[in-house]
């Protein structure tokens, strides 16, 4: 069952300007992925935060985390057409190695 | 390291007929987790071994399902008898689980279409 939801399903914005995509989960987790997957493609890692940090920087990304809201963001700043993809957050618990996920959110980004 | 690697990459088949997906792990990962993508159902995890071992199946639909990991660096997902609503494209991902930090590398996907 997926236990992480995007919000929103899909976003479109103009070359150069911020995306952000939330997203939520159900039960206590050990740490929050996001993944990208471009169309036709596999998915991505792209940044991994745990559940004792609270915001995570890699490049133009950004991920907080709210444990007590059980949500998270992910930030891409000064966005490009090449970040045009799905992205997806999965949650990972503490009692096992699995990734439990959320149905993505598409973005587009309009050159 | 090639990454994980998936074949075949497109596989068409009719109805009834065996389907064998195949998947080599990076190496020295201890961690194999066989999904399914379709638009309706999103990202479904089938089976995910650790070191060789199922640890959970509860995701594989039915018994025409079956996964092996005849050793540490390959699986492969059979289905017999294949039927029109498994059609989807189905990845396989490697984790070095144990040692965190548990990211997942995908491989490239199979995509299945049952005719």
């Known amino acids: 069952s997926q236990q992480g939801e995007e919000d929103p399903q899909a976003l479109s914005i103009q070359e150069g300007e911020n995306a952000t995509m939330n997203c939520s989960y159900k039960t206590s987790i050990n740490n929050l992925q996001w993944y990208r997957q471009n169309s036709g493609r596999g998915l991505v890692h792209l940044i991994l935060?745990?559940?004792n940090e609270r915001e995570k920087h890699s490049g133009r990304l950004r991920v907080t985390l709210d444990t007590s809201k059980k949500s998270s963001s992910l930030l891409i700043t000064a966005s490009r057409a090449a970040d045009t993809a799905s992205y997806f957050c999965a949650t990972m618990m503490d009692s096992n190695y699995q990734l439990i996920w959320g149905a993505g959110t598409k973005l587009i980004i309009k050159p | 390291d090639a990454g994980v690697i998936q074949s075949p990459r497109h596989e068409v088949t009719e109805m009834g007929q065996e389907v064998t997906l195949r998947c080599k792990l990076i190496s020295g990962h201890n961690s194999l987790f066989w999904y399914r993508q379709t638009m309706m159902r999103g990202l479904e995890l089938l089976i995910y071994f650790n070191n060789n071992v199922p640890i959970d199946d509860s995701g594989m639909p039915e018994d025409r399902f079956s996964a092996k990991m005849p050793n540490a660096s390959f699986s492969t997902l059979k289905i017999q008898p294949s039927e029109p609503r498994d059609s989807a494209v189905y990845f396989c991902?490697?984790?070095?689980?144990?040692?965190?930090?548990?990211?997942?590398?995908f491989g490239p996907g199979t995509r299945l279409t049952v005719t």
């Open positions: 991902a490697s984790s070095l689980a144990g040692q965190g930090p548990y990211e997942q590398y």
């Open positions: 935060i745990r559940s």
